[in-house]
């Protein structure tokens, strides 16, 4: 073989492993449009869904649009693998090493939505993914699957309990799933050995380093708000990524919006393939415009030069004002005194709600924004639901039907104090409840998230016997029948003594007692629904009876009326204490946080009470009056025997709708005669217009009672 010849071998030998490392390392101080594309080609960056690069040189993953995608991905898949290491899958996985800086910046202050993160995924496309909860990243169908090859670091600004976060501002590792297999509420470490909170959502520029040592099989995720690099990071997690990462895979982040929404930007990113990635001095970045207080010497020049101008207007601004004073005067019409004048003016719930500012607002739904607020004559707290209302046609059936359940009078009842109607806005006025919702104490306890006290059983017990009274008001006790129709833990609202009430009358149905109640869409909550509901469409106060019966067993049990990451015998909560008290081990059923301290007469009573309400015969279930009877004090020989249990699989037909969509026992509304489900947002009020989608039909009861 010539010299020449074998000088040209080694030359080509010499390259190849130049042609697969040579994407091996990059640097971004900011960004620029000109070297950005979409769907894949471009010289930097590839951008997907509503990513963007701005023109000061930031990267803008999503926007303020609501359930929507942004993505960006290096455009050159990078080589993960050595095949030449003994290892999993043929090859170990390389050392590699990310530094970023970014912000999240809320549509409003304490609401996230929903996240970003940074992943390695075999495609930059990610077909199928899905916005909200699972960042762009996976769907429910494919959620966990060992084959979708997907490592992820997220950034998470919301609680979603059904991946088991751990609260609403925390970084966790993801494999193939959006469960977490690691996590921890964003902090940093400075001197010190105490970890620093950090506000994902403050719109602050934070710095991240995501270090993953192949030989140790250790990934190190570090966080900071300034330029350097602590030395004790946020976590260290032992993985080996050689299961999960192919040979080659693509890098890049990946956000998404919800039902609210936030703006995810990245100011600077660095990888390399065996070495430490470049950090960023953050002053050298570019950064979001501020809003500036000083004014410039041309508006103040200008603002001299109009002066006479603005004197000479001052008798058109005075009329104007005038007619706009008239123009929004407060109108009462004739026919709304027969229900009552105004309870309140609309300048008084403004100024209890500073101006209905986005730091007073508590939540958003389908029916609009609640805010809380003090009114200036009382300081009492109040919670303001502001609802946008355009059908002239409906406003004279709304106005009545709010008060009528004005009118309503209980101690464990939320009271609705008034309204106001102010142009298209109705404004409803509730008592605010500042212990939140029973569900929060049932359910949401976690490590990491601020602790809450548990529950005693004479807590419960009160609390239980709280809503059966406030339910036998509504069926028996009041001028008109009142059938609830969504009685459910997360709408038992407690006081500041933990007193029970029930809220959220927004798919209450009125009608004379003795009255034959009429055919309506079945509208309620998985796990709540009766079963005749689905074949007659009648809601009846035997349905309440029934929904009650549940939250009686969630409230023994502290665990949900579905549970659908449950096992198949305790998928249904119902089904699993009536097994249980067959065979006379209902003792297995009591919540294992009371740990004891209970009266086993009194659980074994509630437990008897629930199971007789869960009956799937509307008429072999007890009255609320006899419910009342039972719990107030009735030892356990003066409640019926429970029945046998049901023919299995009566309950299993909603249940497995939702395991099967991957979603929550809350995430749905049942429609009659159809009996198709519609998804909508757990927070919203289930009668509201999904998505921009219609009106409230007629029948529903139009009032929304936010749950405070």
Known sequence: MS??????????????????????????????????????????????????IENNGILRLTNETSRLIGRVFYPHPLLFKNSSAADVGGGGVASFSTAFAFAIVPEYPKLGGHGFAFVLATTQKLAGAQPSQYLGLLNSSDNGNATNHVFAVEFDTVQDFEFFDINDNHVGVDVNSLVS???????????????????????????????????????????????SKPKTPLFSFPIDLAPILQN????????????????????????????VAQSFDLSSLPSLPQPSDKKSPTFIAVSVSLSVIIFVLIAAAGASYGFYRYKNREIIEPWELEYGPHRFTYKSLRRATKGFR??????????????????????????????????KQ???????????????????????????RHKSDLLLVYDYMPNGSLDHFLFHSSAAAPPRPVLTWNDRLRILRGVASALLYLHEEWESVVIHRDIKASNVLLDADFNGR????????????????????????????????????????????????????????????????????????????????????????????????????????????????????????????EVARYLDGADTTEVPNVPPPPPAGLYEYEASSAVKEG???????????????????????????????????????????FSV
């Open 394 to 420: 409906g406003i004279r059936e709304f106005v009545a039907e709010i008060a009528s359940i004005g009118r309503l009078r209980h101690r464990n009842l939320v009271q609705l104090q008034g309204w106001c």
């Open 181 to 227: 297999s690691k996590s921890a509420a964003a902090s940093y470490f400075d001197s010190g050995d105490q970890p620093i909170p950090l506000n994902l959502k403050s719109g602050e520029t934070i710095q991240t380093w995501i270090d993953y040592d192949g030989k140790a099989k250790l990934l190190n995720v570090t966080l900071s708000p300034f330029s």
């Open 248 to 275: 080659e895979m693509y890098v890049g982040f990946s956000a998404s919006t919800g039902l609210l929404a936030s703006s995810h930007y990245l100011f600077g990113w660095s990888f390399k393939m065996n070495g």
């Open 358 to 391: 986005d730091r007073e607002l508590l939540g958003a739904g389908g029916f609009g924004k609640v805010y809380k607020g003090v009114l200036s004559s009382s300081g009492a707290d109040i919670a303001v639901k502001r609802i946008s209302h355009d059908s």
């Open 663 to 705: 979603l929550g026992f809350e995430d749905f509304v049942h429609s009659y005669p159809s009996s198709s489900f519609e998804k909508v947002s757990a927070t919203s009020p289930v009668t509201g217009p999904v998505d921009g989608g219609s009106p409230v039909p007629a029948g529903y009861m139009r009032i929304p009672l």
């Open 502 to 625: 029930l809220g959220d009358f927004g798919l209450a149905k009125l009608h004379e007692h003795g009255a034959n109640p009429s055919t309506t869409r079945v509208v309620g909550t998985l796990g709540y629904l009766a079963p005749e509901l689905t074949r007659t469409g009648k809601a009846t106060g035997s349905s309440d009876v029934f929904a009650f019966g549940a939250l009686v067993l969630e409230v023994v049990c502290g665990r949900r009326p579905i549970e659908p990451k449950a096992s198949p015998e305790e998928l249904i909560l119902v089904d699993w204490v009536w097994e249980k008290w067959s065979e006379k081990q209902w003792r297995d059923v009591v919540d294992p946080l009371l740990d004891g301290g209970y009266e086993m007469e009194e659980v074994e009573v509630a437990i008897k009470v629930g199971l007789l309400c869960s009956q799937p015969i509307p008429a072999a279930r007890p009255t609320m009056r």
């Open 3 to 52: 010299k020449d010849l074998i000088f040209l071998k080694l030359l080509f030998l010499s390259i190849l492993p130049l042609a697969s490392s040579q994407h091996n390392e990059f640097v971004f101080t900011g960004f620029s449009a000109t070297t950005a594309g979409g769907g894949g080609g471009s010289k930097n960056v590839s951008l997907n869904g509503v990513a963007e």
